[in-house]
């Protein structure tokens, strides 16, 4: 096991590499000056002397290894470099707004989790009946109703109608966690139907192929009850799958949760890179690139290790 991970770290290591490379290549790849094309103004041309300092200010003078070294003992400082809009460390603005996101991710995980394990093996014991066809109807709207929609009309029931929550905004923790609490309500469940959709249809699918392995035949001959089964010989194996498929959603949701941070008016890292985008600034969108690409990096490992744990034999493989 412990080789295993050992094995599975060095080859993260080699990905978070490679994405940091393949983002200094491509941005040099690019056609056109970076620094013009930021000082540009529609169809107004830079002014050459701005466009020469801001070429010093940004190490595109140096030779291309040079601003590769560069570049790469930075990201390993942990320095990002500086806002163009108002020069503040692109690291200190990703360290506060990183965790919002990932608050809301973990959270629309955990709801998601909760509810589509449950839904998806109830679903496979009964598969043919009602409670199937119940589950598939659900998930499949689910999945086809877009995220604005979903919280658009979580607004309107829940804070509007009901009252029952607000309708957006932030407030740290540390200074009302109630109130934290109910504002991180609505954009989780928001984010989670989608992912339930998903979890659910991938434990169904999964533990109707573990119910038709030959030790869950064993068991059924030996007289074993159907929740003694599930419990010991199905959910565990069909874990693996929807181990796999959260890990894959939840990376791509760190980047991906810029409606519902629009929605909500939720300061997460994901509204951070569109404003960046727009305002065409150069360090935060490379610095918040490669955060994003690290974490979904990150996170297969720990899903990579986890399957490990409920699976001893994918160890195996690797040796």
């Not at 990201?75 to 470099?81: A, E, Q």
């Not at 009309?153 to 957006?168: K, Y």
Request: aromatic share 8%; glycine share 8%; charged share 15%.
């Amino acid at each position: 096991m412990l080789r295993y991970i050992a094995y599975r770290s060095l080859v993260a290591i080699f990905l978070v590499w490679t994405v940091v490379t393949l983002v200094f290549l491509l941005l040099h790849l690019i056609p056109g000056d970076p620094a013009e094309l930021l000082l540009s103004q529609g169809s107004v041309a830079a002014d050459p002397q701005a466009v020469a300092a801001l070429r010093e200010k940004m190490g595109l003078n140096a030779p291309l290894w040079q601003q590769y070294l560069d570049h790469l003992s930075g990201v390993l400082s942990g320095d990002l470099g500086a806002s163009f809009r108002d020069g503040a460390p692109v690291m200190g603005q990703i360290v506060q707004r990183l965790p919002r996101t990932l608050e809301v991710i973990a959270a629309a995980a955990l709801i998601a989790s909760a509810f589509g394990v449950p839904l998806g093996t109830w679903a496979a014991i009964r598969t043919g009946g009602w409670a199937d066809s119940f589950v598939s109807f659900l998930s499949s709207v689910a999945l086809s109703t877009p995220v604005f929609v979903v919280g658009s009309i979580a607004i309107l029931i829940f804070a509007q109608h009901l009252q029952w929550l607000p309708a957006g905004g932030f407030v740290p923790f540390s200074e009302d966690p109630a109130q934290h609490l109910k504002l991180l309500l609505l954009p989780a469940c928001t984010v989670a139907l989608s992912l339930w959709a998903v979890i659910t249809r991938m434990t169904r699918a999964s533990v109707l192929e573990v119910l038709e392995r030959d030790h869950v035949r064993t068991a059924r001959a030996k007289g074993l009850t159907r929740t003694a089964i599930l419990r010991r010989h199905v959910v565990r194996n069909a874990l693996i799958p929807v181990l796999t498929i959260l890990g894959l959603e939840m990376g791509t949701l760190i980047g991906g949760t810029v409606l519902v941070e629009f929605v909500f008016n939720w300061p997460g890292l994901s509204g951070y890179l569109v404003a960046a985008v727009d305002a065409r600034d150069y360090p935060e969108v490379v610095g918040i690139v490669m955060t994003i690409s690290v974490l979904f990096v990150f996170l297969n490992l720990v899903v990579d290790v986890v399957n490990a744990w409920l699976d001893p034999r994918i160890s195996l493989v690797s040796k």
